[in-house]
């Protein structure tokens, strides 16, 4: 006998507080057996499982799929029976049952067009009948109907990042890092998908921290293409941001002899940058002087912490082998302080100088050349003499990366002081193993690490900064030897 089938009462479902459908039969003798079961119940476009209330899930079609998966426990085949009614518990869809299938097949039915209105609530709910007649319980699942896109998002280029890329406009420079806030006047955005320099939006950020970050490799133009992606996975149409990477200035390298002995500015002796000096620093009688060789020679006298001077932007390319080289008295201990150093965005891409920590036993400190990968928390590779860091006399310090070789080495030639004098015999530490994958774009500095820590308490003159592996020990001993 075929049962007829109707909605015909409304169910209190204590354990939500909502008020769903129930399911009833009209008037028909229960049969005896094991009713069949739902599972797997859920929605497609996009594909959800079944929750009520607050877990709901959101659609972004108004003629979304039902689907539920039914099973009999003794083996018979199946129908199944869906209906769909809005949030005053009104029947708005009740189609047919489906035709019989084995127990364990999915059944699936979509909603026609026109029952259902974006932004409505619905509950909709499933039950079986098996071949015995037998009916099993409803399953009872909502959902939401969002099918508007979310809005075009809005791009903004976030200010106090070590570069500030405004559209349409050229800044930064390669090894910058800046970042973009991604936001949407839609309250139900979830996430971005996002790519640059291609429309692939490969990746994602969530809307609850929509902040991303990005270091150009390369100078030039550069594009960020990005979608919002509401509760429902409806997308935005693209905001494609366009922004251009200022060159780098040319970095093979140079050499300030720092003999002006005024002004605020230090010219090099080629067509490198000049330096120029932080309000507090002046100027000092430099080794050649003190040992009465060259009066005209000169340093920077670095006595205040604020002392030092830099470059507006790079002098060389720390991604390939450079050597550096400076001429230094440590007159005052810290911690650590570094006397020759180029920016990167994180860290200081190279850094010559001294530290107190890691030296050999009894050292109070140590003279060091390091290097560092430009992300948070790296550890730097460092290489540290094995004679002692004094104070008050002059040592040549030349660091060298070797790229090659995948090393950092550090040279130190004792000048000494006029009443006590150094062998100017230069000693080389143990190479420090270490792949540059990088280069520190930033302003290249004297005195002082990153961003201006680290200041090296003394004098510093004739630094000198050369691509390629420029230092042996016959080369750095005549250079040692004539203080320049």
């Not at 204590?14 to 079961?37: E, F, I, N």
């Not at 990366?401 to 550090?410: F, P």
């Amino acid at each position: 006998m075929r049962a007829a089938f109707r909605i015909s009462a409304i169910a209190v479902v204590t354990a939500s507080a909502l008020v769903v459908p129930a399911v009833a039969a009209s008037a028909w003798t229960y049969p005896t057996g094991r009713a069949p079961v739902v599972s797997e119940a859920g929605t497609s476009d996009p594909a959800t499982t079944c929750a009520v209330g607050a877990e709901r899930p959101w659609v972004r079609s108004t003629a979304p799929t039902l689907r539920a998966t039914l099973s009999d426990p003794d083996g018979q085949a199946v129908r199944a029976t869906f209906a769909v009614l809005d949030s005053r518990a009104r029947v708005v869809w009740a189609p047919p049952a489906t035709a019989a299938q084995a127990s364990g097949a999915q059944h699936a039915v979509q909603v026609p067009e026109g029952r259902l209105q974006d932004g409505g609530t619905y509950t909709w709910l499933v039950t079986g009948r098996d071949a015995g007649g037998r009916w099993g319980l409803p399953t009872i699942c909502q959902f939401g109907v969002d099918a508007a896109a979310p809005a075009i998002p809005v791009v903004t280029p976030v200010a106090g990042e070590p570069a500030v890329y405004v559209e349409d406009a050229s800044s930064g420079g390669v090894g910058q890092r800046g970042s973009f806030a991604l936001s949407d006047e839609a309250a139900d955005v979830v996430a971005y998908r996002y790519s640059f320099d291609s429309s692939a939006l490969d990746q994602t950020v969530a809307a609850s921290s929509p902040t991303i970050t990005y270091t150009p490799t390369t100078s030039g133009p550069h594009t960020l293409e990005v979608q919002a992606v509401d509760r429902a996975g409806n997308v935005s149409p693209s905001r494609l941001y366009r922004f251009t990477v200022t060159p780098s200035a040319p970095t093979g390298g140079g050499r300030w002899l720092l003999d002006e002995g005024a002004g605020s500015t230090a010219s090099s002796t080629g067509s490198a940058a000049p330096l120029t000096l932080t309000p507090s620093t002046t100027w000092t009688a430099g080794p050649l002087a003190e040992f009465g060789s060259k009066p005209a020679d000169r340093a920077l006298l670095l006595d205040d912490p604020a002392d030092g001077a830099a470059a507006a932007g790079p002098v060389v390319d720390t991604s390939v082998s450079f050597t550096v080289s400076a001429f230094v008295r440590l007159d005052t201990l810290g911690a650590r302080g570094t006397a020759v150093s180029q920016d990167g965005s994180l860290t200081s891409g190279f850094a010559l100088g001294y530290d107190t920590t890691g030296c050999a036993d009894g050292a109070p400190a140590c003279w060091t050349f390091g290097m560092a990968r430009d992300e948070v928390g790296a550890d730097a590779a460092v290489v540290r003499s094995e004679a002692p860091a004094s104070t008050g006399s002059w040592v040549q310090l030349t660091g060298v990366y070797d790229r090659d070789l995948g090393t950092v080495d550090l040279y130190v030639c004792e000048v000494g002081t006029p009443d006590a004098p150094g062998s100017r015999n230069p000693e080389g530490s143990s190479p420090v193993d270490f792949s540059a994958t990088w280069s520190a774009t930033g302003p290249f500095r004297l005195g002082q690490g990153f961003d201006g820590d680290a200041p090296f308490g003394g004098a510093v003159s004739s630094v000198a900064v050369t691509e390629g592996v420029a230092a042996s020990l016959p080369s750095i001993r005549r250079s040692c030897s004539a203080g320049a």
